[in-house]
């Protein structure tokens, strides 16, 4: 099983656009903006808001599944728990040859410090993914 490198489609809460940092709402902008749009190919989203069904439909055709920090709780890294949600399925995209990061580092390389530590999620087709991490680094 592979992940394609490439997508056309998107998994992510559109309910909280005005919540997130500037480099997921570039990224997300830039999908529906279409053909005539600065990506130059239409976008399909897709949200089933079950990170494992959504992480299912990657595996199956590709994409890419955002749960991105938002400024609502601003000292939470992240809503999804490091170890038994964002470990887990980073660990089955990136042996299916998938990406995962937290926007601005590999998941798998985030050392915890506590049980329940929580992390921002960006994970999938692997260009996608290295294009939102590429705006998180232009932006800081």
């Given at each position: 099983?592979?992940?394609?490198?490439?997508?056309?489609?998107?998994?992510?809460?559109?309910?909280?656009?005005?919540?997130?940092?500037?480099?997921?709402?570039?990224?997300?902008?830039?999908?529906?903006?279409?053909?005539?749009?600065?990506?130059?190919?239409?976008?399909?989203?897709?949200?089933?808001?079950?990170?494992?069904?959504?992480?299912?439909?990657?595996?199956?055709?590709?994409?890419?599944?955002?749960?991105?920090?938002?400024?609502?709780?601003?000292?939470?890294?992240?809503?999804?728990?490091?170890?038994?949600?964002a470990n887990p399925m980073s660990f089955l995209i990136e042996q299916?040859?998938?990406?995962?990061?937290?926007?601005?580092?590999?998941?798998?390389?985030?050392?915890?410090?506590?049980?329940?530590?929580?992390?921002?999620?960006?994970?999938?087709?692997?260009?996608?993914?290295?294009?939102?991490?590429?705006?998180?680094?232009?932006?800081?």
């Amino acid at each position: 099983m592979q992940v394609p490198p490439d997508t056309k489609e998107f998994a992510i809460n559109m309910s909280n656009t005005r919540h997130w940092a500037p480099p997921v709402k570039r990224y997300i902008d830039e999908c529906p903006a279409g053909k005539e749009g600065p990506r130059g190919k239409d976008f399909n989203m897709r949200w089933v808001a079950s990170m494992v069904a959504d992480v299912h439909r990657i595996l199956t055709r590709g994409g890419i599944f955002m749960y991105p920090w938002d400024k609502r709780e601003p000292d939470k890294p992240g809503k999804l728990r490091l170890l038994y949600e964002a470990n887990p399925m980073s660990f089955l995209i990136e042996q299916a040859g998938g990406a995962a990061t937290n926007g601005t580092q590999r998941i798998l390389d985030i050392t915890p410090g506590k049980l329940h530590e929580r992390v921002s999620v960006v994970l999938g087709s692997k260009n996608e993914v290295e294009r939102v991490t590429a705006y998180h680094r232009d932006a800081a």
